[in-house]
């Protein structure tokens, strides 16, 4: 916890201990929005049942730390949360409540969504989307009908189909379709190298990164191990669980429970 106490010097990346107004490294000053959130970091740990969103600014560094205090927080350009300089977060993007005793997270129909760190093997649909990497893909239906000939009885040349259970498709901003992987066989394999679907120039992509297979219908989508993870867009609320990680817009967070 002591590490989550530290501000990140924007202008130098140095951590600031707690208490500090200015960083020791090169003299800038620390926020005052930062000042207030610290003041509030004692009261709001006497709540056993109350949790909070560290924001990772990159390379693992923490930025602010948002204390959920109230029963309800909505996150996005205007709210309790908010995001004003992410373009790619909705006004009314996402609302964390308590339901239980358990966080739980709701996209408010945003248009981007919100996307949540896989551990280990999740099942997943069709339409569905997931972040590797860089990289965002939408999953669908693999259509291997065969198209009829034009009118005079020729049929068009093309690459062969194949006859796979599902395809991905790379989605670049504003939803337009990248590349298009059919999977020949039961599963479908992403990274930096030696997979079905590869991104050579990626940094954040691992050498295997995730896989997508087909297990008799049932679609489920896993992360490798990966550095940085693999998400999942969230379909209307998921209940948040101690080191959970969450994409809203470009902005990643991670869930951290008071356990005292």
Do not use: W
Not at 144 to 154: F, L, Q
Not at 200 to 213: A, I, K, Q, V
Request: net charge negative; aromatic share 8%; hydrophobic share 35%.
């Amino acid at each position: 916890m002591e590490q989550a106490r530290n501000y990140v010097c924007l202008s130098c990346s140095a951590p600031v201990p707690l208490g500090h107004k200015f960083c020791g490294r090169c003299g800038t000053g620390v926020p005052p929005e930062i000042l207030d959130a610290r003041t509030l970091f004692f009261s709001d740990m006497q709540n056993p049942t109350k949790a909070k969103l560290v924001l990772i600014r990159g390379e693992g560094a923490e930025g602010l730390s948002y204390h959920l205090r109230a029963e309800e927080h909505l996150a996005g350009r205007s709210g309790n949360l908010q995001f004003p300089d992410d373009p790619f977060i909705s006004e009314r993007h996402a609302n964390f409540f308590y339901r239980n005793d358990k966080l739980v997270v709701r996209d408010e129909a945003s248009v981007n969504g919100v996307y949540i760190r896989v551990r280990g093997s999740v099942e997943v649909s069709m339409g569905d989307t997931f972040l590797a990497g860089e990289q965002m893909f939408r999953i669908e239906a693999n259509n291997v009908s065969n198209d009829p000939p034009a009118d005079d009885g020729t049929y068009f040349y093309a690459s062969p189909k194949h006859p796979g259970p599902f395809r991905i498709v790379q989605v670049f901003q504003g939803g337009i379709s990248g590349m298009v992987v059919c999977a020949r066989a039961s599963s479908l394999q992403i990274g930096r190298e030696g997979g079905d679907l590869n991104f050579p120039g990626d940094p954040y992509m691992s050498g295997t990164h995730c896989r997508l297979e087909d297990n008799h219908g049932k679609l489920t989508l896993t992360d490798l191990n990966s550095r940085n993870g693999t998400y999942v867009r969230i379909v209307g609320e998921r209940e948040l669980e101690h080191g959970d990680y969450l994409f809203l817009g470009r902005k990643l967070l991670r869930v951290e429970m008071n356990t005292n």
